[in-house]
């Protein structure tokens, strides 16, 4: 008698526990119908058990993946072990939306999966128990680290004041590109490119109009390039373009047409209207390159030409008939 009071009492322990605890308990049978269904998938499905006992999982989750989640669950019928989905390989399984306070702007509920075997007295697995946690703030607060350390990387590798690469990260990209083009052999072209007079500007206008020149030249420079090249501010009046997969002849087209549409443009400002030219030299990928270090030289020896003959113009570099600089 008292033994089958103890188990009268620990069944309805169990019962009420399974009700209480803060995570969805589901229960399937072999053929994917509901056998239990907790209060946990109750307050977040909006169903009450009566209403979806006995009925087939995926016909009352209609958005669930069913060849996926059957893929899962027969290795747990077969093998008589347990299986795990954790949200960084998929978010949820089921699209509750999300009601923590803390993390509410997250649109729906990250979930953890468990997926138990239900091995009957014959050890045969004819029920599998699927565990649903709610981990929404450890995923918004990993997703929000994350995104904190990328911006911090951004932040790291970007010059504040125009917004391009900073030139530390420029040179790494460069570098790599050299790295590509020494193993592929194949052909890339650097320009180098600074503002003519540039001292004037800030001798005349301050050092602030400076600054609104150099950003509007860096929007007009991003506006111009491919999602492949990689542009950056080298240093004070600046900049460098990489051209990937790109010959002198064409770069000098692309340069012209930069070099036409910064002398076109009118920088304003407090109301003051300010015009400016740039120099732009070019240097197309070579074996005579000792590194990439010499790829910039060499670029910058055809921008100390360009400026030398008059500014406002393109030069390539002539890896036949150097210039003495």
């Given at each position: 008698?008292?033994?089958?009071?103890?188990?009268?009492?620990?069944?309805?322990?169990?019962?009420d526990m399974l009700q209480t605890i803060?995570?969805?308990?589901?229960?399937?049978?072999?053929?994917?119908?509901?056998?239990?269904?907790?209060?946990?998938m109750e307050n977040h499905s909006g169903?009450?058990?009566?209403?979806?006992?006995?009925?087939?999982?995926?016909?009352?989750?209609?958005?669930?993946?069913?060849?996926?989640?059957?893929?899962?669950?027969?290795?747990?019928?077969?093998?008589?072990?347990?299986?795990?989905?954790?949200?960084?390989?998929?978010?949820?399984?089921?699209?509750?939306?999300?009601?923590?306070?803390?993390?509410?702007?997250?649109?729906?509920?990250?979930?953890?999966?468990?997926?138990?075997?239900?091995?009957?007295?014959?050890?045969?697995?004819?029920?599998?128990?699927?565990?649903?946690?709610?981990?929404?703030?450890?995923?918004?607060?990993?997703?929000?680290?994350?995104?904190?350390?990328?911006?911090?990387?951004?932040?790291?590798?970007?010059?504040?004041?125009?917004?391009?690469?900073?030139?530390?990260?420029?040179?790494?990209?460069?570098?790599?590109?050299?790295?590509?083009?020494?193993?592929?052999?194949?052909?890339?072209?650097?320009?180098?490119?600074?503002?003519?007079?540039?001292?004037?500007?800030?001798?005349?206008?301050?050092?602030?109009?400076?600054?609104?020149?150099?950003?509007?030249?860096?929007?007009?420079?991003?506006?111009?390039?491919?999602?492949?090249?990689?542009?950056?501010?080298?240093?004070?009046?600046?900049?460098?373009?990489?051209?990937?997969?790109?010959?002198?002849?064409?770069?000098?087209?692309?340069?012209?047409?930069?070099?036409?549409?910064?002398?076109?443009?009118?920088?304003?400002?407090?109301?003051?209207?300010?015009?400016?030219?740039?120099?732009?030299?070019?240097?197309?990928?070579?074996?005579?390159?000792?590194?990439?270090?010499?790829?910039?030289?060499?670029?910058?020896?055809?921008?100390?030409?360009?400026?030398?003959?008059?500014?406002?113009?393109?030069?390539?570099?002539?890896?036949?008939?150097?210039?003495?600089?």
């Amino acid at each position: 008698m008292t033994k089958k009071t103890l188990d009268i009492e620990e069944f309805h322990w169990i019962v009420d526990m399974l009700q209480t605890i803060d995570v969805g308990l589901v229960v399937l049978d072999r053929d994917y119908r509901i056998q239990v269904w907790n209060s946990f998938m109750e307050n977040h499905s909006g169903m009450r058990p009566f209403e979806v006992k006995g009925e087939e999982l995926f016909k009352v989750f209609k958005d669930l993946q069913k060849d996926w989640f059957m893929q899962k669950s027969e290795s747990v019928f077969q093998l008589k072990s347990r299986a795990f989905i954790t949200w960084e390989l998929r978010p949820c399984l089921f699209q509750f939306k999300n009601y923590r306070p803390i993390t509410g702007t997250e649109a729906f509920m990250y979930q953890n999966i468990s997926i138990s075997p239900l091995v009957s007295t014959e050890g045969i697995v004819s029920h599998i128990c699927v565990i649903i946690y709610d981990v929404t703030d450890i995923a918004s607060n990993k997703k929000a680290l994350e995104k904190a350390n990328s911006d911090l990387e951004t932040l790291s590798r970007t010059d504040r004041l125009t917004l391009l690469n900073n030139r530390g990260y420029w040179e790494e990209c460069l570098q790599s590109e050299y790295s590509r083009l020494q193993r592929y052999g194949t052909v890339a072209s650097l320009v180098m490119f600074d503002i003519d007079h540039f001292k004037n500007v800030n001798d005349i206008y301050g050092h602030q109009a400076g600054d609104e020149v150099l950003r509007v030249l860096a929007r007009l420079l991003k506006d111009s390039l491919r999602k492949t090249d990689i542009a950056g501010r080298y240093g004070g009046e600046e900049f460098g373009i990489i051209l990937g997969h790109t010959s002198a002849e064409n770069s000098h087209i692309y340069c012209e047409r930069l070099r036409q549409m910064i002398e076109a443009t009118t920088v304003i400002h407090n109301e003051i209207e300010i015009k400016v030219t740039i120099s732009l030299g070019i240097c197309e990928s070579s074996e005579n390159l000792d590194g990439y270090q010499s790829w910039i030289e060499k670029t910058d020896q055809a921008l100390y030409l360009a400026k030398e003959s008059g500014r406002n113009q393109t030069v390539i570099f002539d890896h036949n008939h150097p210039p003495v600089v």
